[in-house]
């Protein structure tokens, strides 16, 4: 197989620019390279046969960052902890939804988080995050990343959060080292939202010569809901276990954005060894000619069940993105970056644990898994299970109660799930 880019790229019929959706079938593999085969073989290898010791020499030059990329160059395949076909091919595709330059593949989105973490940040550095986060971020912020001298702070995400991030950054000592600015919205497991073009506006006055790196985590809505680069940010990142693996069976993540960044995430995955594997991507592959199916239904399904539930007297408070007060100042935010409300739904139930605890058990066709955006519907307690990391006095500024469920939304039928929820409600 030899893949040339820029050779493959179809992305149009004449004028007729074509979507993702239709692209996710084909886009960067050719049948003729491989015996004709439609699909794209899994290369289950973790070393390639270079042609000359002359084009061995030139690879690693390249790898290596040697010497600069001549025009039209791009890096020959090595070894598959730098690259391999199935990555490089998903990588292509899943540039797609987000409109970015390019993209890499990590073994999971805690890799791509830290992968991007270890490259943007330094000792002294100031790293500023939205609260609250998806639990392994915020114990890779709180309790890793300032054993290596980096500095972390947070603001909250929702109405308060432009105010409360600007104050920390009316501190010139801060602004002078803040080198990334960190948000994940919507946020887990409240849905509220951060304004990607303030933190964006931020990033570029607060700090003078300094550019510090937007990053949003997009897992919760993307690849389809929302599109962070096209509101200022640098990087998107994604738990590629989530929506775009969509089927719980795989661990994945993913970080895109421009060239010149990107290239410098892959120098630093090739030496923390974060790629992930050529079957993995080959799944992701096959997912992705699903993902906007998958989330369309899941999202459809969510509204019944987010209605359900706000119908419900033992429901005190429904967190659903297609709930937002036009009044709300989060709407506005909402309509702006966010193309649909996707299939994350949390309730406050009446009570408190044990009444959560007493519906969490008596489900019977959700699951009670941590974990979302699979094609079947699971259910969790955030204070005790995804966000027991999180000391129980900063839980509640967070929105995080003990009376709080989380529920990921997936392609059943949603008369039946509404019975589930039904049942179970009946039984606190
Ligand atoms: C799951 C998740 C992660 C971490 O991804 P893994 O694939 O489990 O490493 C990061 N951010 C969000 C929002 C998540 O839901």
């Not at 389809?224 to 775009?244: E, M, N, R, W």
């Not at 030496?271 to 594997?277: C, E, I, P, S």
């Not at 519907?377 to 989380?406: C, F, K, N, W, Y």
Request: with cysteine; charged share 25%; glycine share 8%.
């Amino acid at each position: 197989m030899v893949r040339k880019k820029k050779e493959y790229t179809r992305r149009e019929i004449g004028d007729h620019k074509l979507r993702p959706e239709s692209l996710m079938m084909g886009y960067g593999y050719r049948p003729e390279w491989s015996e004709g085969a439609i699909k794209c073989p899994i290369f289950q290898t973790s070393t390639f046969a270079f042609k000359s010791a002359e084009e061995g020499k030139a690879f690693f030059e390249l790898a290596y960052g040697l010497r600069e990329k001549k025009p039209g160059e791009s890096l020959g395949l090595i070894y598959s902890r730098l690259n391999n076909p199935d990555l490089e091919i998903l990588e292509d595709r899943l540039t797609l939804w987000d409109g970015a330059e390019a993209a890499s593949v990590h073994s999971s989105g805690m890799a791509a988080i830290a992968t991007a973490a270890f490259t943007f940040l330094r000792p002294g550095d100031v790293l500023l995050h939205s609260e609250p986060l998806y639990g392994g971020t915020e114990h890779l912020f709180q309790h890793v990343l300032p054993q290596y001298g980096i500095e972390v702070i947070g603001f909250p995400a929702g109405p308060d959060g432009p105010e409360q991030a600007e104050q920390a950054l009316s501190d010139k000592s801060v602004a002078d080292r803040l080198s990334m600015i960190f948000i994940e919205t919507p946020a887990n497991p409240t849905n509220d939202l951060v304004d990607i073009s303030h933190c964006a506006e931020l990033a570029k006055r607060c700090c003078g010569d300094r550019e510090p790196v937007v990053v949003v985590d997009n897992t919760f809505l993307g690849p389809l809901f929302q599109h962070p680069l096209k509101f200022g940010a640098d990087l998107v990142v994604y738990s590629a276990t989530k929506f775009i693996g969509g089927h719980s069976d795989l661990i994945a993540g993913a970080v895109l954005g421009s060239e010149e960044l990107i290239t410098r995430i892959l120098e630093t995955r090739t030496f923390l060894g974060t790629a992930t594997d050529p079957w993995t991507g080959w799944l992701i592959l096959r997912s992705l000619e699903t993902v906007k199916m998958r989330m369309t239904s899941q999202m459809k399904n969510a509204r019944y069940v987010a209605d359900f539930l706000a119908d419900q007297p033992k429901v005190s408070k429904v967190y659903y993105l297609g709930h937002i007060a036009e009044d709300n100042s989060q709407y506005e935010v909402y309509r702006r970056q966010c193309v649909a409300p996707g299939a994350m739904v949390a309730f406050d139930i009446r009570g408190g644990e044990p009444e959560a605890f007493r519906f969490l058990n008596a489900l019977k066709l959700i699951h009670l898994a941590v974990s979302l955006g699979g094609t079947e519907s699971l259910a969790e307690h955030p204070a005790t299970m995804t966000h027991s990391d999180i000391a129980a006095e900063h839980q509640p500024r967070m929105g995080i109660t003990p009376a709080l469920v989380r529920l990921s939304i997936g392609v059943e039928h949603y008369e039946d799930l509404i019975a589930d929820l039904d049942q179970a409600l009946a039984a606190v």
